[in-house]
């Protein structure tokens, strides 16, 4: 298994912000691309956000888009994603992942998952 460390979920009122961090140095592979993605209580696991490491480019889930960003630094090699005006749906484990190939917010493509960290919005 390889080594991804999710960190900065928690609890916070709708309209809140969150950051989380995904520390990648404890992992050797080849990470052409990485992402977010949650597991709501009762739902299937759904990719958020995704990014290619070469570039830079993002992908975003509708239901995300314009709240959250995805981003990395390659001096800490941890990739973050910053979450604002959090509303309720937006509760949930989340994990972050790495692939080589694939469709990016097809679950099953992201091969490679870390712990998970949990983020809960309520009023």
């Known amino acids: 298994q390889v080594p991804l460390v999710e960190s900065g979920g928690g609890s916070v009122q709708p309209g809140g912000s969150l950051r989380l961090s995904c520390e990648t140095s404890g992992y050797t592979g080849r990470r052409a691309f990485m992402a977010w993605l949650r597991q709501a209580p009762g739902s299937e696991r759904e990719v958020v956000a995704a990014i290619a490491v070469r570039n830079g480019n993002p992908f975003y889930a509708d239901s995300v888009r314009g709240r959250f960003a995805i981003s990395q630094d390659a001096t800490k090699n941890t990739v973050y994603l910053q979450m604002n005006n959090l509303k309720l749906e937006d509760t949930g484990v989340y994990y972050c992942?790495?692939?080589?190939?694939?469709?990016?917010?097809?679950?099953?493509?992201?091969?490679?998952w870390g712990q998970g960290t949990q983020v809960t919005v309520s009023s």
């Open positions: 992942a790495t692939a080589l190939r694939g469709t990016w917010n097809r679950p099953g493509d992201w091969e490679h």
